[in-house]
Protein backbone atom coordinates (compact mmCIF):
# COMPACT_ATOMS: atom_id res chain seq x y z
CA UNK A 1 0.00 0.00 0.00
CA UNK A 2 1.36 3.47 -0.96
CA UNK A 3 2.33 5.84 1.76
CA UNK A 4 -0.02 8.44 2.33
CA UNK A 5 1.96 11.62 1.58
CA UNK A 6 2.32 14.14 4.47
CA UNK A 7 1.55 17.93 4.00
CA UNK A 8 4.19 19.50 6.35
CA UNK A 9 5.29 22.88 5.09
CA UNK A 10 4.87 24.45 8.35
CA UNK A 11 7.86 22.41 9.26
CA UNK A 12 10.36 23.33 6.37
CA UNK A 13 14.18 24.55 7.02
CA UNK A 14 14.55 24.65 3.60
CA UNK A 15 12.26 26.63 1.75
CA UNK A 16 13.17 25.61 -1.77
CA UNK A 17 10.17 27.06 -2.99
CA UNK A 18 11.29 30.71 -2.32
CA UNK A 19 14.52 31.08 -3.76
CA UNK A 20 16.02 31.35 -7.04
CA UNK A 21 19.02 28.74 -5.69
CA UNK A 22 18.45 25.79 -6.61
CA UNK A 23 17.87 23.45 -3.26
CA UNK A 24 17.12 19.57 -2.67
CA UNK A 25 13.18 20.09 -0.50
CA UNK A 26 12.44 17.92 2.29
CA UNK A 27 10.29 14.69 1.09
CA UNK A 28 7.91 15.87 2.71
CA UNK A 29 7.37 18.99 -0.17
CA UNK A 30 4.27 19.19 -2.12
CA UNK A 31 5.98 20.64 -5.28
CA UNK A 32 7.33 17.84 -6.92
CA UNK A 33 4.53 15.46 -5.85
CA UNK A 34 2.27 17.69 -7.23
CA UNK A 35 3.19 19.24 -10.90
CA UNK A 36 -0.46 18.68 -12.50
CA UNK A 37 -2.09 21.12 -9.83
CA UNK A 38 1.03 23.55 -10.59
CA UNK A 39 0.81 23.40 -13.98
CA UNK A 40 -2.90 24.27 -13.27
CA UNK A 41 -2.34 26.65 -10.56
CA UNK A 42 -0.70 28.74 -13.84
CA UNK A 43 -2.71 28.61 -16.01
CA UNK A 44 -5.25 29.83 -14.15
CA UNK A 45 -2.71 32.73 -13.43
CA UNK A 46 -2.26 33.24 -16.80
CA UNK A 47 -6.29 32.51 -18.79
CA UNK A 48 -8.59 33.54 -15.76
CA UNK A 49 -8.76 37.56 -15.97
CA UNK A 50 -9.47 37.97 -12.71
CA UNK A 51 -7.33 35.49 -10.85
CA UNK A 52 -4.47 37.25 -12.63
CA UNK A 53 -5.60 40.74 -12.02
CA UNK A 54 -6.15 39.75 -7.69
CA UNK A 55 -3.00 38.27 -8.03
CA UNK A 56 -0.56 40.75 -9.53
CA UNK A 57 -2.56 43.69 -7.51
CA UNK A 58 -2.29 41.80 -4.60
CA UNK A 59 1.83 41.46 -5.59
CA UNK A 60 1.78 44.83 -6.11
CA UNK A 61 0.37 46.38 -3.14
CA UNK A 62 2.69 44.11 -0.85
CA UNK A 63 5.95 45.21 -2.24
CA UNK A 64 4.90 49.12 -2.65
CA UNK A 65 3.54 48.57 1.03
CA UNK A 66 6.16 46.31 2.65
CA UNK A 67 6.82 47.38 6.23
CA UNK A 68 5.45 50.89 5.74
CA UNK A 69 1.29 50.18 5.21
CA UNK A 70 -0.51 48.99 8.30
CA UNK A 71 -3.55 45.96 7.27
CA UNK A 72 -5.93 48.86 6.93
CA UNK A 73 -4.16 50.86 4.70
CA UNK A 74 -2.90 47.95 2.40
CA UNK A 75 -7.03 47.12 2.38
CA UNK A 76 -7.80 50.93 1.04
CA UNK A 77 -4.72 50.73 -1.71
CA UNK A 78 -6.02 46.67 -2.84
CA UNK A 79 -9.52 47.91 -3.44
CA UNK A 80 -8.43 50.82 -5.47
CA UNK A 81 -5.70 48.91 -7.52
CA UNK A 82 -8.84 46.41 -8.34
CA UNK A 83 -10.89 49.44 -9.27
CA UNK A 84 -13.88 48.16 -6.98
CA UNK A 85 -16.38 50.58 -6.17
CA UNK A 86 -18.97 49.12 -3.79
CA UNK A 87 -17.34 47.38 -0.64
CA UNK A 88 -19.07 45.40 2.16
CA UNK A 89 -18.78 44.99 5.76
CA UNK A 90 -19.74 42.06 7.63
CA UNK A 91 -19.13 42.87 11.09
CA UNK A 92 -19.58 41.08 14.75
CA UNK A 93 -22.30 43.52 17.04
CA UNK A 94 -19.24 42.86 19.35
CA UNK A 95 -16.92 45.15 17.12
CA UNK A 96 -20.20 47.80 16.04
CA UNK A 97 -17.60 50.71 16.72
CA UNK A 98 -14.26 49.12 14.85
CA UNK A 99 -16.73 48.90 11.79
CA UNK A 100 -17.97 52.12 12.05
CA UNK A 101 -14.37 53.46 11.94
CA UNK A 102 -13.53 51.34 9.43
CA UNK A 103 -16.93 52.02 7.28
CA UNK A 104 -15.70 56.36 7.31
CA UNK A 105 -12.15 55.62 6.09
CA UNK A 106 -13.20 53.62 3.15
CA UNK A 107 -15.87 56.42 2.38
CA UNK A 108 -13.63 59.27 3.19
CA UNK A 109 -11.25 57.31 -0.07
CA UNK A 110 -13.98 57.46 -2.29
CA UNK A 111 -16.04 54.08 -1.61
CA UNK A 112 -19.77 53.50 -1.41
CA UNK A 113 -20.23 51.25 2.04
CA UNK A 114 -22.61 48.70 2.69
CA UNK A 115 -22.36 47.67 6.33
CA UNK A 116 -24.20 44.24 7.73
CA UNK A 117 -23.97 43.11 11.32
CA UNK A 118 -24.12 38.99 12.05
CA UNK A 119 -27.11 40.28 14.16
CA UNK A 120 -29.26 41.11 11.34
CA UNK A 121 -32.52 39.30 10.74
CA UNK A 122 -32.96 38.62 14.92
CA UNK A 123 -33.46 34.61 14.56
CA UNK A 124 -33.66 33.02 18.11
CA UNK A 125 -31.01 30.79 18.77
CA UNK A 126 -33.43 28.04 19.58
CA UNK A 127 -35.23 28.06 15.97
CA UNK A 128 -32.06 26.52 14.37
CA UNK A 129 -31.85 24.21 16.93
CA UNK A 130 -29.82 25.02 20.12
CA UNK A 131 -30.65 24.65 23.35
CA UNK A 132 -31.29 26.70 26.21
CA UNK A 133 -28.73 25.27 28.19
CA UNK A 134 -26.08 25.88 25.32
CA UNK A 135 -26.46 29.78 25.44
CA UNK A 136 -24.14 32.22 26.72
CA UNK A 137 -26.96 33.39 29.35
CA UNK A 138 -29.43 30.42 29.44
CA UNK A 139 -32.74 31.22 30.31
CA UNK A 140 -32.43 34.65 28.01
CA UNK A 141 -33.15 35.50 24.43
CA UNK A 142 -30.01 35.34 22.50
CA UNK A 143 -30.09 36.21 18.97
CA UNK A 144 -28.10 33.72 16.42
CA UNK A 145 -25.56 34.99 14.13
CA UNK A 146 -26.47 35.04 10.75
CA UNK A 147 -23.68 34.99 7.64
CA UNK A 148 -25.47 33.28 5.40
CA UNK A 149 -27.82 36.81 5.32
CA UNK A 150 -24.78 39.07 5.38
CA UNK A 151 -23.67 37.21 2.47
CA UNK A 152 -26.66 37.54 0.63
CA UNK A 153 -27.69 41.27 1.32
CA UNK A 154 -24.18 42.36 0.73
CA UNK A 155 -24.84 40.32 -2.49
CA UNK A 156 -27.90 42.70 -3.01
CA UNK A 157 -26.56 46.14 -2.00
CA UNK A 158 -24.19 45.19 -5.52
CA UNK A 159 -21.15 44.88 -3.31
CA UNK A 160 -17.80 43.85 -5.59
CA UNK A 161 -15.30 43.31 -2.52
CA UNK A 162 -16.44 42.28 0.96
CA UNK A 163 -14.27 42.73 4.44
CA UNK A 164 -14.65 40.50 7.66
CA UNK A 165 -14.57 42.43 10.81
CA UNK A 166 -14.96 39.82 13.88
CA UNK A 167 -17.35 37.09 12.67
CA UNK A 168 -16.74 34.11 14.82
CA UNK A 169 -15.15 30.90 14.29
CA UNK A 170 -17.60 28.43 12.11
CA UNK A 171 -19.58 31.95 10.97
CA UNK A 172 -16.98 33.65 9.27
CA UNK A 173 -16.87 29.85 7.33
CA UNK A 174 -19.94 30.46 6.26
CA UNK A 175 -19.85 33.95 5.09
CA UNK A 176 -17.02 32.46 2.92
CA UNK A 177 -18.61 30.01 1.57
CA UNK A 178 -21.94 32.36 0.57
CA UNK A 179 -20.10 35.62 -0.59
CA UNK A 180 -19.70 35.38 -4.40
CA UNK A 181 -17.27 37.97 -4.61
CA UNK A 182 -13.89 38.32 -3.49
CA UNK A 183 -13.30 38.91 0.69
CA UNK A 184 -10.63 39.50 2.99
CA UNK A 185 -10.45 39.61 6.46
CA UNK A 186 -9.28 43.22 8.65
CA UNK A 187 -10.23 41.86 12.08
CA UNK A 188 -10.16 38.23 13.24
CA UNK A 189 -12.37 37.59 16.51
CA UNK A 190 -10.59 36.80 19.75
CA UNK A 191 -12.52 38.43 22.58
CA UNK A 192 -9.46 36.78 24.95
CA UNK A 193 -6.64 38.18 23.31
CA UNK A 194 -8.34 41.63 22.53
CA UNK A 195 -8.34 40.04 18.85
CA UNK A 196 -4.86 39.55 18.34
CA UNK A 197 -4.85 35.66 18.14
CA UNK A 198 -1.38 35.24 17.28
CA UNK A 199 -0.40 35.97 20.76
CA UNK A 200 -0.99 33.02 21.76
CA UNK A 201 1.38 31.52 19.47
CA UNK A 202 4.34 33.83 20.99
CA UNK A 203 3.33 32.81 24.48
CA UNK A 204 2.90 29.11 23.59
CA UNK A 205 5.97 28.03 25.62
CA UNK A 206 4.66 29.85 28.63
CA UNK A 207 1.22 31.26 29.31
CA UNK A 208 -0.55 28.94 26.75
CA UNK A 209 1.84 26.38 26.71
CA UNK A 210 -1.08 24.15 27.81
CA UNK A 211 -2.28 24.41 23.77
CA UNK A 212 0.63 21.96 22.97
CA UNK A 213 -0.06 18.40 24.65
Same mark, same amino acid.
Not at 49 to 56: F, G
Not at 176 to 187: D, E, Q, R
Given at each position: ??K???????FC??????????? *??????P????? !???????????? !?????? #??????????? %????????????????????????????? =?? #?K?? *???H?? @?E?? =?????????????????K? %??? !?????????????????? *???????? =????N??????I %?????F?????????????? !???? =??????????? *?????? @???
Amino acid at each position: MEKEFELKCSFCGVKACNTEEEK *QPPEFCPTPVND !DIMEEAVHAYLE !DKEVRT #IALEAARTESE %GYCKWTRVEETVNFAKRMGFRNIGIAHCV =GL #IKEA *QVVHKI @LESN =GFKVNSVCCKAGRIDKEKI %GFT !DSEKVYPGKFETACNPVA *QAKILEKA =GCDFNIVIGLCI %GHDSLFFMHSKVPTTVLIVK !DRVL =GHNPVAALYTS *QTYYKH @LIK
